[in-house]
């Protein structure tokens, strides 16, 4: 089919891990932890598949223990009470909750919108239901200055109100936002609430999968929390981030029953159901965390510092290895400004001879497209010559507009100290 020819080509994940191992790089790339899950998570989850009462297919929508753990745990962050039933839908990971909110809610021809930099699923998600994706971009406060800290990216909101039209169904926000580590504001989220006013049809999906991991003094704002955005927001979020067990692919789906309900008669017909034990073991997570872990009140507040921590050393790292980095206000990610970098000699946009070569030979997956994208050659050398993988950020542009992300790179930090401080040793190597 026509939709799907534009993803016969490799994602960037596919090349960038593979690449990673040829090279024996330190892989920063693709975000997932390198430390084992907390205890509590790793014995709930022995328990659940080692019990043969969750060996068989769930409730559809969500094993009722883990829809109602969701409800209790979430209602004081979304500030009302949550119908686990009818408001709560278990998705394989919070990438099926996107791609089901877009078959459920999105009609062929319609318009979704996306904040670029996006991560990268959500086009797939779109294209595949037969929508037509539009864009709007998060662009530097003061132009002409260099982007020293993810706040100092907004969203243009005159290009918002521009793109959207009585076609729009679906804006998909993200935050704290993948790759730029932005973490928008209550006043940020105000500001597109009123723009969204004036186009009644347009549901918001606010991707908050990175909820947990906020820096400094920022507070993580859910979209359905503004005022009147409940009705028209589908929250997701994914136990994959929250306790460090992204092969698991447990997410869900929150919001008001009007817009989850389609999601779950679709969830029906695309898997049915998502894995039962580990449901259970989330269940059973979920009610845990609120509980004092490692000296802190909660797992929760632990996670937080404990990333905390890693950012302030990497962020530092990056400094200290003379190069630019966009501090990130949440998330595991950090972007550096490339563009001094690529004007030195030694550093050539084109593929290097041996990731041509290896390519050549079928080791790698490469998109054929970006052979002459400044970005994925600059993390292809940094990979090759350093020993460091970073993921290039054009990757989380449509392809039309790949050359506008194409000064950056992203790091992925949610790794052991111990592969940080190497990383950092090889990033400060001349
Ligand atoms: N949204 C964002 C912003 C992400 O970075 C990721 C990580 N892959 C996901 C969604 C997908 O989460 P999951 O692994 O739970 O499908
Ligand atoms: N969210 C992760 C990242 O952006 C993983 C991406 C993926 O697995 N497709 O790195």
């Not at 501090?327 to 290097?352: H, L, T």
């Amino acid at each position: 089919p026509q939709r799907v020819q534009q993803f016969l080509e490799p994602s960037v994940w596919l090349e960038f891990s593979p690449l990673s191992s040829l090279c024996d790089a330190i892989n920063l790339g693709q975000g997932f932890p390198d430390w084992k899950p907390p205890k509590f998570v790793t014995e709930a989850a022995s328990k659940a598949t080692s019990d043969p009462s969750w060996s068989q297919y769930a409730r559809s929508s969500g094993l009722p223990s883990l829809v109602s753990s969701i409800s209790k745990t979430y209602a004081p962050l979304l500030q009302r009470t949550i119908d686990p039933f009818k408001e709560v839908c278990v998705t394989v990971g919070a990438s099926e909750a996107i791609f089901l909110a877009c078959q459920s809610l999105v009609e062929p021809g319609d318009e979704v919108i996306f904040v670029e930099p996006a991560f990268d699923i959500y086009f797939g998600a779109v294209i595949y239901a037969g929508a037509t994706p539009k864009f709007v971009s998060l662009q530097p406060k003061e132009t002409g200055r260099p982007i020293v800290s993810a706040s100092d990216l907004q969203l243009d909101y005159h290009q918002l109100r521009e793109v959207l039209s009585e076609r729009s169904r679906l804006l998909v926000l993200n935050t704290p936002h993948n790759p730029t580590g932005k973490v928008f504001q209550r006043e940020e989220l105000e500001n597109i609430a009123k723009v969204l006013q004036d186009f009644p049809r347009c549901f918001v999906l606010c991707d908050e999968v990175y909820q947990h991991l906020v820096y400094d003094d920022e507070v993580h704002v859910p979209m359905a929390t503004i005022d009147n955005m409940w009705e028209r927001t589908i929250s997701v979020y994914s136990a994959g981030k929250t306790f460090s067990v992204t092969g698991w692919k447990i997410g869900w789906a929150i919001g008001p029953a009007h817009l989850i309900r389609p999601m779950m008669l679709s969830q029906q017909w695309i898997v049915f159901s998502t894995c039962t034990p580990l449901q259970q073991a989330v269940a059973a997570s979920l009610e845990q965390a609120n509980q004092p872990f490692e000296n802190e009140p909660t797992y929760y507040a632990w996670l937080k510092k404990y990333y905390q921590r890693k950012r302030d050393y990497f962020y530092q790292a990056l400094i200290d290895a003379g190069l630019h980095p966009v501090k990130p206000q949440g998330s595991f990610f950090i972007m550096i400004d490339i563009s001094e970098m690529m004007k030195r000699g030694n550093i050539r946009n084109e593929m290097p001879p041996i990731v041509r070569e290896w390519w050549n030979q079928g080791k790698l997956d490469i998109d054929a497209t970006t052979q002459e994208a400044v970005d994925y050659n600059f993390c292809r050398w940094q990979a090759v010559e350093k020993g460091v993988t970073a993921i290039p950020s054009s990757a989380f542009y449509s392809r039309q507009h790949r050359h506008l992300g194409s000064r950056y790179v992203r790091f992925s930090f949610c790794k052991e100290d111990s592969v940080l401080e190497q990383a950092k040793e090889r990033l400060l190597k001349k």
